[in-house]
């Protein structure tokens, strides 16, 4: 059974930090692109970024771009994301998602085949 769980979300003022991480078990780890979305109240579900297994190829939202990091430590098969320089549009529940991988990096929530439940992220102005 694939279980993907989130940590790492609170409240924090803004131009503050977090990291969030995402644990995954039950799959190989090594054959998924994960991903980072995060849905707002009343707003649909939105691409936030993603990485390949080997860490080399990410993919970042126009709006997280120079602000937020996401890397994979394989090892333990965990995902993360750094959040930099956060901003109250920032949030949103923030939800990891695991993509098997089929030679493209497809962004959207449709491609995934795993999710995890989710983890409140709150920026305060």
């Known amino acids: 059974q694939v279980q993907l769980v989130e940590s790492g979300g609170g409240l924090v003022q803004a131009g503050g930090s977090l990291r969030l991480s995402c644990a995954a078990s039950g799959l190989t780890f090594s054959n998924y692109i994960m991903g980072w979305f995060r849905q707002a109240p009343g707003k649909e579900r939105e691409f936030v970024a993603a990485i390949r297994w080997s860490g080399a190829s990410t993919r970042y939202a126009d709006s997280v771009k120079g602000r937020f990091t996401i890397s994979r430590d394989n090892a333990k098969n965990t995902v993360y994301l750094q959040m930099n320089n956060l901003k109250p549009e920032d949030t949103a529940v923030y939800y990891c998602?695991?993509?098997?991988?089929?030679?493209?990096?497809?962004?959207?929530?449709?491609?995934?085949?795993?999710w995890g439940q989710g983890t409140q992220v709150t920026v305060s102005s």
């Open positions: 998602g695991a993509d098997f991988d089929r030679g493209q990096m497809v962004l959207t929530t449709t491609r995934y085949d795993h």
